[in-house]
């Protein structure tokens, strides 16, 4: 996640709800592991409901809202859907390939799965049209491949290179306020994460360890990888997620207890 500035206003935590005019409830789910919550709610009201979102794994359409809005007023899309076709990720399943929105809504939250990936026509026109903010958080991360000087996931070990010119790129044309997102616990081991979660430090900025989520998850952090424990996922997202705290104590004394 590339940002400048600090945030003022914060997303609302699991289900975004609200009322029409005419007493229909709408229930937006973000996550699979959030839909037995949202079937509860719309057993116990009163009326129509109407239960959406990206919780459900397929397209879902809401005429006369964006959801976004009510999950944080100050985040938009400039487009919907991906190109790339990653085996742990929702979107392309959901969303289908890269669609651009022309006329979108300016907001400073970015939530584009691959903003990146549009048209440069699209990126110049939704560059001028976020300009009016003081600064614009791409939430959703930009890919490094397609981070170039033009435009101004480290997921496999190979791309350390491009992640690291990414970077030195935004440093140079944006800010220094950098963090990287990193998947763990998909297809890895405990050091081959860890060996990328120190590489993002040892360039100077944050990394964002990232879970991994099966598309059908009914619980949140339940799936573990053979080559992992349970534990050891915790104590890795844990740490790697506090680093502002725990950086000063290395990731071998943090396991033994020496936060205690």
Same mark, same amino acid.
């Not at 229930?27 to 009326?47: C, H, M, N, Y």
């Not at 763990?184 to 590489?199: F, H, M, N, Q, V």
């Given at each position: ?5 600090? !945030? @003022?206003?914060?997303? #609302? %935590?699991?289900?975004?709800?609200? *009322?029409?005019?005419?007493?229909? $409830? ?25 239960? +959406?979102?990206?919780?459900? @794994? ?10 976004? $809005? ?6 938009? /899309? ?17 969303? +289908? ?38 600064? *614009?958080?791409?939430? =959703?991360? !930009?890919?490094?491949?397609? /981070? ?5 996931? $480290? &997921?496999?070990?190979? $791309?350390?290179?491009? *992640? ?6 935004? #440093? ?12 763990? +616990?998909?297809?890895?081991?405990? &050091? ?8 993002? #430090? ?7 360890? @990232? #879970?991994? =989520? ?7 952090? =339940?799936? *573990? ?5 349970? %534990? =050891?996922?915790?104590?890795? @997202?844990?740490?790697?997620?506090? !680093? ?6 290395? /990731? ?9």
């Amino acid at each position: 996640m590339l940002t400048k500035g600090r !945030l @003022m206003y914060q997303w #609302r %935590k699991g289900i975004a709800s609200w *009322v029409d005019s005419e007493g229909t $409830l709408y229930l937006s789910v973000p996550f699979t592991w959030l839909v037995d919550e949202a079937e509860k709610i719309a057993k116990s009201w009163k009326g129509n409901v109407r239960i +959406g979102g990206s919780g459900l @794994m397929k397209p879902t359409e809401c005429e006369g809202f964006e959801p976004i $809005l009510f999950h944080n007023a100050c985040a938009t /899309f400039t487009t919907r859907g991906c190109p790339n076709k990653c085996g742990f990720c929702a979107v392309p399943k959901i969303e +289908g390939d890269l669609t651009e929105i022309r006329n979108f809504r300016p907001a400073p939250i970015i939530c584009d799965n691959n903003f990146l990936a549009a048209s440069r026509k699209h990126i110049r026109r939704s560059i001028d049209k976020l300009k009016v903010f003081p600064f *614009v958080d791409f939430n =959703q991360g !930009l890919e490094a491949k397609k /981070f170039t000087s033009d435009t101004a996931a $480290l &997921d496999h070990s190979n $791309l350390s290179g491009v *992640v690291k010119d990414a970077i030195d790129l935004c #440093r140079r044309r944006t800010t220094d306020k950098i963090s990287v997102y990193c998947l763990i +616990g998909y297809d890895d081991t405990p &050091d081959d994460a860890k060996s990328r979660l120190e590489l993002i #430090r040892s360039w100077g900025v944050l990394p964002n360890p @990232m #879970r991994y =989520q099966p598309l059908n998850a009914t619980k949140k952090d =339940q799936e *573990v990888h053979p080559s992992w424990t349970g %534990k =050891q996922l915790a104590d890795t @997202m844990r740490y790697y997620s506090r !680093l502002n705290w725990l950086g000063h104590i290395p /990731f071998s004394e943090y396991k033994s207890g020496a936060t205690k």
